[in-house]
C-alpha cells in the first residue's frame, strides 16, 4: 500500500508544477474543438437523418466535400499530437538549459498550435454555414 501513497504524493507534485496545467489545457482545447464539430458532423449524416435520431437541416454533402473533410480532420489530428510534441521537447530542453534548442521548440509549438486551432476554427465555420 505504501506504493499508492507515494504515486498520489507524485501525482500531487506534477499537478503543482505549470507544465503539466498547461498541456492539460492543450488538450481540453482540442478536445473541445474536437467535440464542436463532431456535434457539427453528426447533423450531416445522412443514416441518422434516416433514422431520426439527430435534427439537422444541412444540405446533402457531396464526394468532395465528405473527402476534404476527411483530409482535413486527420491534419487535425497530427497538428494536434505535433504540437503536444513540441511543447514536450521545449521542457525537455528548458530543463537541460539548451537554450536555443528551446526556442526553436517553442516556436514549433506555437507554430502547430496555431495550424491545429485554424484547421478547427475552418471547419466550424464551413459547418456553420452548410448547415442552418
Not at 23 to 33: E, K, P, T
Not at 83 to 102: I, M, N, S, V
Request: aromatic content about 18%; proline content about 0%.
Amino acid at each position: 500500500m505504501k506504493w499508492f501513497i507515494e504515486e498520489i504524493s507524485r501525482l500531487i507534485v506534477q499537478l503543482k508544477r505549470w507544465q503539466t496545467w498547461l498541456v492539460i489545457g492543450l488538450i481540453s482545447l482540442f478536445a473541445g474543438l474536437a467535440f464542436f464539430i463532431g456535434s457539427f458532423a453528426f447533423r450531416t449524416d445522412g443514416i441518422l437523418l434516416y433514422l431520426n435520431r439527430t435534427a439537422g437541416a444541412c444540405r446533402e454533402l457531396t464526394n468532395g466535400i465528405i473527402i476534404f473533410m476527411f483530409c482535413g480532420m486527420i491534419f487535425f489530428m497530427f497538428t494536434a499530437l505535433l504540437t503536444l510534441g513540441e511543447f514536450q521537447r521545449y521542457f525537455q530542453f528548458k530543463q537541460r538549459a539548451a537554450h536555443y534548442q528551446a526556442s526553436r521548440a517553442l516556436y514549433g509549438g506555437i507554430g502547430w498550435a496555431i495550424a491545429t486551432i485554424t484547421i478547427s476554427i475552418a471547419a466550424l465555420v464551413f459547418f456553420s454555414r452548410y448547415c442552418r
